[in-house]
């Protein structure tokens, strides 16, 4: 079987983020034949339309990471009942210009954690209609809300809690069926 190649994005830029904790541990349950490569969002410039006929270097450099890969995994925080305004930049930048979409018939995972007990839901359903309008094929279901407590994903990226551990690995075993019916065959 060929190695697909799946984009990690995490939409927080915090150093000891909990969402990079959980990419960490989704990460180490992917398939052997499933290579992940971390896409950083946090060296872009704010989106200005006025630089889509010459891109920045960090711009240019983060859609070729994008189009590198054959999936897509999101990792989102909550802020104010959305995704992070530093992630919707990043869906900005590599959607432009017009007609040179970095996003386009991927398929993708949507996942997040937060202290909340509903934790990221509400993020991930605005994630999901934005990515929709990109021509994103988002994983329909299961959907992953994971409340977050200190100690649940140790520092090896191991879940610690059993029932959490299954529950994300529900998530892991359908999003490789769904990745492996829709990726375009890796070059």
């Given at each position: 079987m060929s190695t697909?190649?799946?984009?990690?994005?995490?939409?927080?830029l915090r150093k000891d983020s909990i969402n990079r904790q959980l990419a960490k541990a989704v990460a180490k349950r992917l398939p052997a034949h499933m290579q992940t490569e971390d896409i950083p969002i946090g060296e872009l410039p704010l989106y200005n339309q006025d630089l889509d006929a010459a891109m920045p270097a960090p711009v240019l450099a983060f859609k070729q990471r994008v189009e590198s890969v054959q999936a897509l995994l999101f990792f989102t925080p909550e802020y104010n009942r959305s995704y992070s305004g530093v992630l919707k930049n990043a869906i900005d930048w590599a959607s432009r210009p017009s007609g040179k979409n970095s996003w386009a018939r991927?398929?993708?995972?949507?996942?997040?954690?937060?202290?909340?007990?509903?934790?990221?839901?509400?993020?991930?359903?605005?994630?999901?209609?934005?990515?929709?309008?990109?021509?994103v094929a988002v994983l329909p279901q299961p959907s992953i809300f994971v409340q977050y407590t200190?100690?649940?994903?140790?520092?090896?990226?191991?879940?610690?809690?059993?029932?959490?551990?299954?529950?994300?690995?529900?998530?892991?075993?359908?999003?490789?069926?769904?990745?492996e019916k829709l990726a375009p065959a890796a070059s």
């Open positions: 697909i190649k799946i984009g990690m994005i995490v939409g927080s991927k398929p993708a995972g949507i996942l997040g954690t937060s202290p909340s007990q509903i934790g990221t839901a509400l993020a991930q359903e605005h994630l999901r209609m934005v990515l929709s309008a990109l021509d200190e100690g649940l994903i140790d520092a090896e990226g191991r879940i610690t809690n059993e029932i959490t551990a299954k529950f994300i690995q529900g998530f892991v075993d359908r999003y490789v069926a769904w990745v």
